[in-house]
Antibody, heavy 130, light 115 residues
Framework: EVQLVESGGGLVQTGGSLRLSCEAS????????MNWVRQAPGKGLEWVAN????????FYVGSVKGRFTISRDNAKNSLYLQMNSLRAEDTAMYYC???????????????????????WGRGTLVTVSS | DIVMTQSPDSLAVSLGERATINCKSS????????????LAWYQQKPGQPPKLLIS???TRESGVPDRFSGSGSGTDFTLTISSLQAEDVAVYYC???????????FGQGTKLEIK
């Protein structure tokens, strides 16, 4: 069974740092692009960052560029999000989400990120307060 | 960036009736090379993470009831629930996965309730 379990959230002061982790099980992490998506309290979904299968490419939403760093350790089945210079507007539930890689993608040799998110973790809550 | 706009923001429908949610993208998410629309729909129930319902604008995921259907192409898409059940109360999001480099965007969400 595919599972994604986030951890590392908590209360942090403005300007502080936090490192989130996402432990993957039930599938080979290295076969999938992975993402972090956040949801502020009572608000909608916002994609934050993603990372290529082997960790060689990363992309970020503009509001976190230069402050957040996504990384992964496929040998440890883990995805990470290092968050620095935290602001009140970073307060949110943070989800890790897997990019789909279907049997037809495998057959066609497609390994890109342009697919939906087929599995999500339950999230870890980050609260940034002064 | 592609902006996704859903309508309405909230919707109340009687049990057994049809619910329709619209999603409009600021530019086309259709790629003619493979004849696909890079558009997904998710359902989020209170206290839960989003769940993928539909990919490629109209392909229902395994295990999703057939009362859920997706349609549309280019910039205009629709999620339809043919006969609303109590367990369908949720917020529904559309998402585009077309942008290069990858920068997925979601609609603002539509809250579906029972009338």
């Amino acid at each position: 069974e595919v599972q994604l379990v986030e951890s590392g959230g908590g209360l942090v002061q403005t300007g502080g740092s936090l490192r989130l982790s996402c432990e993957a099980s039930g599938f080979t992490l290295g076969n999938h692009w992975m993402n972090w998506v956040r949801q502020a309290p009572g608000k909608g979904l916002e994609w934050v960052a993603n990372i290529k299968r082997d960790g060689s490419e990363e992309f970020y939403v503009g509001s976190v560029k230069g402050r957040f760093t996504i990384s992964r350790d496929n040998a440890k089945n883990s995805l990470y999000l290092q968050m620095n210079s935290l602001r009140a507007e970073d307060t949110a539930m943070y989800y890790c989400a897997r990019v789909s890689w279907s049997p037809s993608d495998q057959k066609d040799g497609y390994e890109g990120p342009y697919r939906n998110f087929d599995y999500w973790g339950r999230g870890t809550l980050v609260t940034v307060s002064s | 960036d592609i902006v996704m706009t859903q309508s309405p923001d909230s919707l109340a429908v009687s049990l057994g009736e049809r619910a329709t949610i619209n999603c409009k993208s600021s530019q086309s998410v259709f790629w003619s090379s493979n004849n696909r629309n890079y558009l997904a729909w998710y359902q989020q129930k209170p206290g839960q993470p989003p769940k993928l319902l539909i990919s490629w604008a109209s392909t229902r995921e395994s295990g999703v009831p057939d009362r859920f259907s997706g349609s549309g192409s280019g910039t205009d898409f629709t999620l339809t629930i043919s006969s609303l059940q109590a367990e369908d109360v949720a917020v529904y999001y559309c998402q585009q996965y077309f942008t290069t480099p990858p920068g997925y965007t979601f609609g603002q969400g539509t809250k579906l309730e029972i009338k």
